[in-house]
Each structure stands twice: as C-alpha cells, then as structure tokens.
C-alpha cells in the first residue's frame, strides 16, 4: 500500500527546471552579445565548459547510485553557463574543463548535490582556477566582433581552444580593473592612467576586454529586470550589492580621485553587475530572510571593493561572494523572521 | 642557571597563588548527575538495558560505560534527553526500529498462576488466583518479564495495535 | 589610531592564524560542529591568546632579555598559557556550565593551541613593543573566533546535508577548510596604507 | 478593486493565491439531498472526547433523537437525522488517510422521517447566556468550517475572558468550497441571528462579518442583512489563501496578534464559521439538533458540481452518485478543501459535521508528483501566513532533528500548506510538519507514561514494602504469640514444678 499523500492537494505549477529555464533565458542576451563580441574562440570555450560541467553532473549522479535526475532540471547547465561568463573568452579548453570540474563535483556533489552547496560552485571554480593558473585567467583579449574578420573562423578557433595557441599579441589586451592595479603598482596614479584606457567601461556597451559575460551591462541589467519581474530573484540583493559597491566608492573616489576609480566605473567595469544580478541571487548560497539578504548583498558589495581597492587582486568579488556564502549560516542565524504571535507585539497592536 | 631556577620557581609560584585564588573564588559543588540520571529513567527497574535496575543503569550512564539509547521504555525522548544531559550525540540510528509493544494474555492458554501478575514491575497486570489475568494497556511498559515467567505462554508481547488516537504520518519519501 | 585599526585588520584578515598561517588548526576542526561552542571557543581562545600576549611580552621584556634567558622562552611561555587557560576553565565552570560541558577536552587543549604559542613568539620575532604585541594577539584572536564561527555555521549547515558517504565526516569539513582558505586569499596583498 | 483593496495586498506579505475553482459550485443553490440507504454516525465527529451511545441495536430511533451523548466538558452529542432502526453500533471506516475504523452507530432511515417533540424558542434573544450556550451543546453544534471544536465551549470562553469582539468567518479561502458563500447568500438573516445570539452568549459588543472579496453577491447580502443592527460591521478581505485562518483573519480585522499556544479569546475575540452561525440560530430557533449540514460537491471528476444538504452520517459514495458519479478518472478523493482537506482512502466513508467539502480531483489539479532536491527558494518562507522557514524546518526534520524543527517554530505552525503548494520543488513539506508534530507527540505520550509508570512502580515498591512489613508485622505477632504461650507454657510448667517441687523435695527430703 502506498503512504497516503499529505494535504495540499494542488500546487502552483512551478518548478525547478522552470526557475532554471527562467534564468538561462535573462542570461542568453548578454551570452549571445558575448559571443558577438569575442567571435568563435568564446562559443567553443562556452560550449565546452557547459557541456563538460553537464557530464560532471551525470556522473558524479551515476556515482551517486544514479538516484535522482538533477541533471534535466538545468542546475549544472546553469553552473556551467555562469562559470563560463565569467572566464576569459579565449580560455583554453583545459581551463574550462578544469573549472567545470571544480564547480559540479567538489563545490557541488562533494557537499550531496543541488541545493546543499555552502559555496557558489561557479565562484569556487573562478577563484580556484585564478588562484592555480594566473596566467591563463588574465589572459583577456580586445573584442573581435564576428563579422569583422579580427577573430579567427570556426575551425581556427577551435584548433586554438584545443592545442592553446598563444592569443597574438595584437588581440590581447587587459582589462580596465586590472590595468589600473597595474598601474597604480608602478606608481601611476589614476588620474594619468584612466584618460589613456578609454572611456569604454562606463557606457556599459561594453565595447572591451573582459570575462566573456561582464561587457554587457545593460544587457546583464535587462535580464535581471526580467527575472525579478518573474519572481525568479528578489531586487534586494543586486540593488544592496551595487549599494554596497558604489557607496564607498564614491567616498572614496571624493577624497581622493588619484587614486581610487569613481562608483561608475566601480559599478559598469568587471564583474560587479554580473555578479549581482546572477550570482549572489543564487537561492542556494544566499541568506534567506530579507535584512539577512541586504546585509548579504551589502557586504559582498564592500568586500569587492576592499579588495578591488586594496588588496592584489583586481577583481574581488569572487571572493567576496565565498566570503560571505561562508557567513550565509550565521547570518541566517541571527535574522530569522519573527514568528506570529511571538515577541513583543504578539497580543498587542502589531 | 640559578637565575633561571628562580625566575622559572618564582614565575610558577606567583602563576600557582593565582590559580589558588581563583580555585576558590570559583568554586562549584559538582553536580549530583547520578541521582539526576536516575530520576530521568522510567523508574520501573525492568532489567531490559542488561543492568540492575535504573539505579545501576543511571550508574553506568553517569561513567560513560553504556550508550543513552539503553532504555527501550524510555524510547528515543528518553535517549535523547539522556543525550543532552550528558553532552553526548545520541545515535538514534538502533533506536528507530524499536516499535513500542505491550504484553497480552492469551486467555485460552492462560491457568490463572500469578506468577506473571507477581513479576510485573509496574503492577500492569491484573487478576488473581484461578483467575484470567488481563493487562493494563497504559501501564505496560514492554519489558516482558511476565512472558519470560509464564510457565504456558500465554503472554506474549505483541505491538501496540494502531488507532487514530495514536495513527501518525509516516516520514515523506526523501527528496 | 587607523595604524592599530590597519594592524587589527590585517592580523584578523589578511594573516588570518587559522586559514593563512595554519596555526591553531585543532580545535578549528574538533569544537566548529556547533556554532554556539565556536563562538565561546573564540572567545575563551580570544581572553588566552590577549592575556598570553600581554604576560608573554611582559616576561620577555622585564625577565628573559635582561637576564639573557632565552632559552627559557618556550618553557615560560607555556607554563603563563597554561596558567591562563586554566584561569579561563575555572571561570568558565563558575559562570558557564553548559559552555565548559560543550567545549570539554578542548578547552584545557587551548593550553597546546599552536596559534597561541606562536603569536606569543612571532611577537618577540617581530620585537613589537607593548601595545603592538597587545594588539597582534587581539587581531589574531578575532581572526580566530570570526573563522570559527563562520566553519561553525556552515559544518552546522552540513549537519542537515545528504553528503555523499566517501565525503561525509571530516573529508567535507577540510574542504569546506580549503574553500574558506580560497576565500580569504582574496585579501592576500591587502595594503591599507 | 479600490485603493483599499490594493493597500490590503501590498500590506500582507505572505499567502497565495490557488486557482480558485469556485464557479464550479457558486452558482449552484444549496438543494437537499434525499435520504440514502443508510446513515453511519462516528462517535467522534468533533475534537475532544467521542461521545458515548445511549441507543442499542435493534432500537428504533427518531428523528432528532439522542443518539450519543457528550462526555466531559469538551464533547459533542450525535442525533439521529431521520427516523429508523440502529443496525450496528462497531468500528466503520472514517474519513481519515490512514483508512482505518472508528466507533460509529449505524441507522437505517425507514422513509417516515418521524420527529420528536422539539423545543422551539421564538425569542432566543430573550434567553440567558448560559442558556444560550446550554443549547447550543445539547444541539450538537460543532465549528463547521472543518475545525470542529464544539461551538458551545468556545462560547462559554467570554466567561474566562472578557471577549469584546465575535468574529464571523465568511473567508471561505479553500478553493473549490461555496457551501458558505451559498449560505451567506441564501440564508444571511440567519446568519446574522446567529452571531447575535453567539455574540449575547459571549458577552461581546462588536460582531465583524469578514467576507472575502471574491464574494461580491455574499457582501451585499450579507450587508444588507446586517444593516438594521449597528453593532454589526460587515468587512471585505483580500482574496488570499489562508485568510480564512484564525490567527491571520484576527491580525488582519483586529491588528491583534494571537499569542502564540493561546488562544484568541485571550485578545478578547472569538472566531466562528458563519455556517455554524446559522445552524446555531437555526438550533435555538426550531429546537432541532444538528444532523445535516452543507457540503460543497466539486472538482473536475465530478458529473455535476453542486452545493447539498446532506445528512450527516451519508456515505461520501452516495453523495457523489448524487452528483451524477465521476466522468474522469479521480486522481483523488478529498474531503473539505485542497489545500488542508484529508484525503479520502475510499468513498464508503460518512460525511461528518465537519465535512464542508467533497472533492474528486483529477491527477491535472491534485498537484504532486516526484520531489526533487531543495534549491533554498525561500519562496515557503515568503508565502507562510506565520513566518517561518518551512525548508529550513523540513530539512532538520528529514535529518532526523524534530527538536531542532521546534526551537525554528514547528508548533507553530498552523499546517495551511501554503508552503508546499508554492514549493518548486515539489517538497511536501506539511507532510513532513505533519509526520515530525507526530512524532513529536508520540514522544509525548511515551513521556507521560513513563511518568505515570514511574509513580506506578513507585506505588507497587510502596505496597511491597507494605506487604513485606505488614508479612514481617505479622510474622513478628505470630511468633510473640508463640513466644508468650511458650512463655506462658513454661511459667505454667515452672509452676507446675515449682508446686511439685516440694512434693518432691518432700520425696526426696
């Protein structure tokens, strides 16, 4: 006899391959502008690490006595999608398979799966690679839009993924965050440097180098207005984050414009709003009441740029989301919603 | 290396007067955990945890030498409340299957001895002489002794039959 | 004053005694199963590591260079540590009971907590003065309870995980250790000046 | 919708909003549904103690009579619905998803419909409070929005506490259910006699008639039965599951919260159903006990969707061969609504005075299907009227941890199910607050009897202790007895002696 099924007997027709679904489609614009922009040598990097990171999840699930099927409902595409974003466009197929590796079965199957990964897998896998292979995960190139011949063909392209060709020396370039801790490390100081590496950040096209889905801003932002429209993300988080961010930015770049950048640049250069709109809203590694997400959001916002401005990394907000997806726990601990009928306004007016 | 002797003597002697004082500033009688241990056990000396009666089980908890998850009567509330007590993580895993029972008299079979009436810790049992006996569903604790005892066996423990009264969910499949 | 603050900061963060330093790694792995026991594990390692600091650089300063003892560093230091965590149990099963029971061997195991000895040390490698030494402990102290607390909350969090059984135990909790570690190398560089 | 309404929504931050399904029925008036065949009346139809049979098999019965009478202080007395034989007193399956059986008195109607003489009132707002909450008991009148906590022990509440305010519960926020709606519509007079006399018996000042505002035709009813009595206010509510529950509908009317574990009577409010409210007016009115009641016959399966009146104690199968049968395939059977009702293990179970709805639901609406891993949405935390984590809670409970689910607010938790209708990731989770509140009870019960067997251990070491005394007492008498009459024994043989000694001294001088 099967159990008996338990109240409520109906449901609001969400599901989890829905929510996912939702999200890849916010993400396809900016990917799609990415492609654009990087040419092929990025669609097979794309490519390679979303199909590897779903054959992770196959067989870390086959490992796993082949139980549940989370791989149809799109979470380790998803984890593979975001990862990608976020590595340099030309990368080597190593450094995506590396990373994929890294994001589904030690940030994601060693902790049991979906849904139980203290980390974000994507943001494991990016610092775990950064930290392992420097070289290779700043090696940004200028954009070479398709259609424009600056790029390699298809074939060129992927023969360069595969046997990592060296990029020419003509197409690399560097990315704004990483120029200007470069040159304030020689001791040039922002005001000399930032005329020089163009003006292309702050207009959020995103017409430089870059990770492969951190150019498009406007786009990043379009498909984050999609998904809070949809329930998918709350507002909270991005808008805490961006405050957290630009906030001391802005201080920062008032007292002292030499050498700290202003919060535009902050905010439209590197990773910030990617990170925002689709990473720190993972519902996994995130607080989940509402003070709990704006102290979450504002804190990752900060830390990056602490780090962004004072440590040695130029882009800090990997870290900064581990950091704080480590807190999440003691962070929900302490903003737990208050109960009905408890605490001092139970039996009173509330 | 007489300067170290000294300095070394002086500096555990001023380090002792210290913790001295604080010995005795915060002093604490230590805690009476058998008798605790023991008021927590059910109290109705069954032998079904392999010890003496409660007293020599609360004993043994207090030491360390037996798990909390001794006392089928007691059940997993007990073990766990023994558990915290103790500062131990209890291992309900063993636990779990225990399905509570209560001893029955089949009446058939049943000559009317007393003896099971006599051996029954917590007096569930009632009759008399030449009499068929009957048991006190609230009072039985499980242990069997009276089915141990019984020279027919006609007391057999059997699991508590289910009502809506004690009906309850089961845990949902696992997701 | 932001000197102290930079210095608080940095030995709290960027030198963290836990994850860059890899002192003080045994009781970061046997009392981080339930936040409440990290946190007041902090804070007893916290009134150790501040007091150690203090009494250890008082000893060195006033005994051991003047009369050209040390080879007697080690010995003392470990007899003033002990003599202070003792203190720490005293209070703590006058004023804590619950809190003695939970951290249990690992309280008086403060004693041989490497992070201890060895910011007692590396102050005397660094020849800081009273108040530096004072603060290196502080900073590294806090440092110490803000990881341990934030191992505590997320190993409390893979208590309720179905965590594969080759991972489960001790193999999840090194590398929840190693992706803290990750993390943190974010402040690696980090110059406040 | 008005600017209040739109402020309602905004200001409520939890609830949802299930596919109503309401038009099935709500224009469908409430008709009586015929006698069926037999009549299977559980001695528990109410929560507290069952009640306990004054019939006997074989014994022809009345309409109205006295079947069952309460026991105790929270009880509810069963009457017959029609008139009859008593086939069987024993164990008949219920309406419970465990299928098993319980006490019921089985009663075949033989067509006559004979009454007993009733007691009629024709001015029952002339009666004591007390009296009024006297016949309320003896009438049978339990909470009729599915709670079924006898009515008049909650109007004997405003003894213990002053109580300013009755709240009548028009919210009816299940989908599928206008057995309410319809009564609001049909019978709003008796409606609003009804909460007058609950409100003389309580004492209280105000009544509030909260409507949801998906229940336009009900609102203007019901205000316009209400408009002669100034005390009596009639309230819109937002349309939003579970409004209908009491705690959110006095936070809501009142912006009183109910302490936790009290209840609302101790903010001075009290809660009732408004079919109650017109059964009662109807109780005090005629002297006819509760034995029929409107069901709302629904869902997709169903031939022919309606409201009925039925007797109490008709199995659900007739009910729904009433309706014409089922046309698809029933996924499942439920009784009251979706989103709280118990699913039905069979139809030859009886409608009881709680049943408000019954439901055969195909698999498109009964929702479920395989859980898959929790993504920490929080979408359960959004939507739980209290506000709790839910899958914070079931994740503690699935690793074994109910206590650690308690001290988070497991007991609190009013089991609405807002959080598992919401889930994406299909988690039942009321079933596992549901499977752990169980357990958790069953710990419960095990503690009591261990206490209970403590003091009974206590009390057998006592009595052989007694025993061995009074044994060692006896024991002690017996052989002080032995020993004086040995004693004496000796003394009269030492007399003996001592009076022979001197024959024989004699002898021997």
Redesign the interface.
């Known amino acids: 006899m099967t159990a008996p099924q338990h109240s409520p007997h109906a449901h609001d027709g969400g599901s989890v391959g829905r929510v996912m679904a939702q999200v890849m489609l916010a993400l396809t614009p900016v990917t799609l502008w990415g492609f654009y922009l990087f040419g092929w040598p990025a669609i097979w990097m794309w490519l390679i690490t979303v199909g590897s990171a779903m054959l992770f999840e196959l067989a870390c699930l086959r490992l796993g006595g082949g139980g549940r099927a989370t791989l149809g409902d799109g979470s380790a595409a998803l984890a593979g999608w975001l990862l990608a974003l976020t590595l340099p466009p030309w990368s080597p197929w190593w450094i995506a398979v590396i990373g994929s590796f890294v994001a589904i079965c030690i940030a994601k199957h060693a902790y049991g799966g979906l849904g139980q990964n203290p980390f974000n897998p994507a943001m494991v896998a990016r610092v775990a690679l950064l930290i392992s292979f420097p070289l290779e995960m700043t090696q940004w190139v200028a954009p070479a839009p398709m259609f424009s011949g600056l790029g390699p063909d298809p074939v060129a392209a992927l023969e360069r993924l595969l046997f990592s060709t060296p990029i020419p020396d003509a197409l690399t370039s560097a990315t704004l965050l990483g120029q200007v801790k470069a040159e304030a490390s020689r001791g040039v100081d922002l005001l000399a440097s930032l005329p020089a590496l163009g003006a292309g950040v702050s207009d959020g096209v995103g017409h430089h180098a870059g990770s492969l889905g951190e150019t498009g801003s406007w786009l990043i932002l379009g498909g984050g207005l999609f998904l809070v429209y949809r329930g998918v993300i709350g507002w909270l988080v991005p808008v805490a984050l961006v405050t957290g961010l630009a906030v001391p930015a802005a201080i920062a770049h008032a007292i002292d414009p030499a050498h700290h950048l202003s919060a535009l640049h902050q905010v439209f250069a590197g990773a910030a709003l990617l990170g925002a709109v689709f990473i720190a809203t993972d519902p996994v590694s995130s607080p989940a009441s509402a003070v709990g997400k704006l102290i979450y959001g504002l804190a990752i916002g900060f830390l990056t740029w602490v780090i962004r401005s004072f440590a040695g990394f130029p882009e800090g907000l990997a870290f900064a989301v581990l950091l704080m997806n480590a807190c999440v726990p003691i962070i929900d601990r302490f903003t737990r919603p208050r109960i009905y009928g408890h605490g001092a306004t139970a039996g009173r007016g509330a | 290396m007489l300067i170290a002797v000294t300095s070394l003597t002086l500096i555990a002697g001023c380090l002792g007067l210290i913790l001295g004082f604080a010995a005795r500033r915060f002093h604490v009688e230590p805690p009476e955990t058998v008798s605790e241990i023991e008021a927590m056990l059910p109290g109705s000396q069954c032998g079904q945890c392999g010890f003496p009666g409660c007293g020599g089980a609360a004993a043994a908890l207090a030491e360390g030498s037996a798990p909390v998850t001794l006392c089928p009567p007691g059940g997993p509330a007990l073990a766990r409340a023994l558990a915290e007590k103790l500062g131990v993580a209890a291992d309900l895993g063993a636990m779990a299957e225990h399905e509570p029972t209560i001893a029955t008299v089949r009446e058939e079979i049943c000559i009317g001895c007393t003896k099971c009436f006599k051996e029954c810790p917590t007096d569930a049992i009632q009759g008399a002489m030449k009499q068929i006996h009957s048991v006190m569903k609230e009072a039985c604790t499980g242990c069997g002794k009276c089915a141990d005892i019984c020279p027919t066996e006609a007391v057999s423990l059997v699991p508590l039959p289910t009502t809506l009264g004690n009906w309850r969910w089961r845990a949902p499949a696992c997701a | 004053m932001s000197e102290f603050l930079v210095l608080l900061l940095t030995t709290a963060l960027v030198n963290n005694v836990v994850l860059v330093k890899f002192l003080g790694l045994c009781p970061f792995l046997g009392v981080s199963k339930k936040l409440d026991a990290a946190i007041g594990m902090g804070l007893a390692t916290t009134f150790v590591l501040t007091l150690a600091s203090a009494a250890s650089w008082m000893l060195e300063q006033w005994l051991l260079q003047p009369f050209g003892l040390g080879y007697l560093r080690i010995v003392s230091f470990i007899l003033v540590i002990a003599a202070a965590v003792q203190f720490v149990e005293l209070a703590m099963r006058k004023f804590s009971p619950e809190l003695h029971q939970v951290l249990g061997i690992y309280l008086p195991l403060i004693t041989t907590n490497c992070a201890v000895l060895g910011v007692a040390l590396l102050n005397v490698q660094e020849g800081s003065d009273f108040l530096h030494a004072l603060l290196y402990g502080v900073g590294s102290a806090a440092g110490f309870t803000l990881v341990m607390a934030m191992f505590a909350g997320v190993r409390e969090r893979l208590e309720l995980a179905t965590v594969p059984a080759s991972f489960a135990g001790a193999p999840i909790a090194l590398v929840t250790a190693g992706l803290l570690s990750l993390a943190f190398m974010g402040f690696s560089g980090l110059r406040l000046d | 919708m008005g600017f209040r309404d739109l402020m309602d929504e905004v200001k409520l931050r939890w609830g949802?909003h299930?596919?109503g399904h309401k038009a099935l029925t709500s224009e469908c008036a409430i008709e009586c549904m015929p006698l069926p065949e037999r009549l299977t009346l559980p001695l528990?139809q109410h929560i507290g103690a069952p009640a306990r049979p004054v019939v006997t098999p074989g014994q022809r019965v009345l309409r109205g009579q006295l079947l069952a009478e309460a026991v105790g202080a929270v009880s509810s007395p069963v009457h017959a619905p029609s008139s009859g034989r008593i086939v069987d007193i024993g164990d008949y399956p219920?309406a419970?998803?465990?299928?098993?059986t319980?006490a019921a008195i089985v009663l075949k109607p033989d067509g006559l419909d004979e009454a007993v003489d009733f007691a009629d009132c024709d001015d029952p707002h002339g009666l004591e409070p007390a009296e009024i909450a006297r016949r309320v008991a003896a009438g049978g009148v339990v909470g009729l929005g599915g709670a079924t906590f006898p009515a008049a022990v909650k109007l004997g509440l405003g003894r213990r506490n002053p109580v300013q305010t009755l709240l009548l519960n028009g919210g009816e926020c299940e989908?599928y259910l206008t057995c309410d709606d319809r009564t609001m519509r049909e019978r709003p007079e008796a409606v609003i006699d009804g909460a007058r006399l609950m409100a003389r018996a309580l004492g209280a000042e105000a009544i509030v008639i909260g409507i949801e505002r998906n229940k336009p035709a009900a609102m203007v009813a019901m205000q316009s039965a209400a408009a002669a009595h100034p005390e009596i206010s009639v309230r819109g509510l937002p349309a939003r599951y579970p409004m209908g529950s009491e705690?959110q509908l006095v936070?809501f009317l009142t912006?009183?919260?109910?302490?936790?574990?009290?209840l609302s009577a101790?903010?001075g409010v009290v809660v009732h159903n408004v079919g109650t409210a017109a059964e009662i007016s109807r109780v005090l009115r005629t002297g006819e006990p509760l034995t029929h009641r409107a069901v709302t016959v629904s869902g997709a399966a169903i031939a022919r969707p309606t409201n009925l009146r039925v007797a109490i104690g008709t199995a659900v199968s007739a009910v729904i061969a009433h309706c014409g049968g089922v046309r698809r395939d029933v996924a499942?059977y439920?009784m009251g609504g979706?989103?709280?009702?118990?699913?039905l293990?069979g139809t030859e179970v009886p409608v009881v005075k709680g049943s408000s709805g019954v439901?055969a639901?195909v698999a498109d609406?009964?929702?479920?299907?395989e859980?898959?891993?929790?993504?920490?949405?929080?979408?359960c935390?959004g939507v739980c009227?209290?506000?709790?984590?839910p899958?914070?809670m079931a994740?503690?409970?699935?690793?074994?941890?109910s206590?650690a689910a308690v001290d988070?607010?497991l007991k609190?938790c009013i089991?609405c199910?807002?959080c598992?209708?919401?889930?994406?990731?299909?988690?039942?989770l009321?079933?596992?607050f549901?499977?752990a509140k169980?357990?958790l009870?069953?710990?419960?019960?095990?503690?009591l009897?261990?206490e209970?067997?403590?003091k009974?251990?206590?009390?057998?070491s006592a009595?052989l202790e007694r025993e061995a005394q009074e044994k060692a007492e006896a024991a002690a008498r017996r052989k002080a007895e032995r020993e004086a009459a040995k004693r004496d024994a000796a003394r009269a043989v030492a007399a003996e002696a001592a009076a022979g000694r001197p024959q024989d001294s004699q002898v021997s001088a």
Not at chain 4, 365 to 369: D, L, N, Q, S
Not at chain 4, 441 to 447: G, I, L, S, T
């Open positions: 949802v299930p596919a528990a219920v419970h998803p465990s299928g098993l319980a989908p705690k936070h912006a009183v919260e109910v302490p936790a574990g009290g101790e903010v499942r439920v979706p989103m709280m009702g118990m699913l293990p439901l639901l609406e009964a929702g479920g299907g859980a898959s891993p929790c993504i920490r949405c929080t979408r935390a009227p209290i506000g709790l984590l899958f914070e994740a503690r409970i699935r690793a074994g941890k206590e988070i607010g609190d089991g199910g807002s598992a209708y919401t889930c994406p990731a299909k988690i039942p009321s079933h596992y549901s499977f169980g357990s009870a069953a710990a419960e019960r095990a503690r009897k261990n209970s067997i403590g009974l251990t206590a009390a057998r009595r």
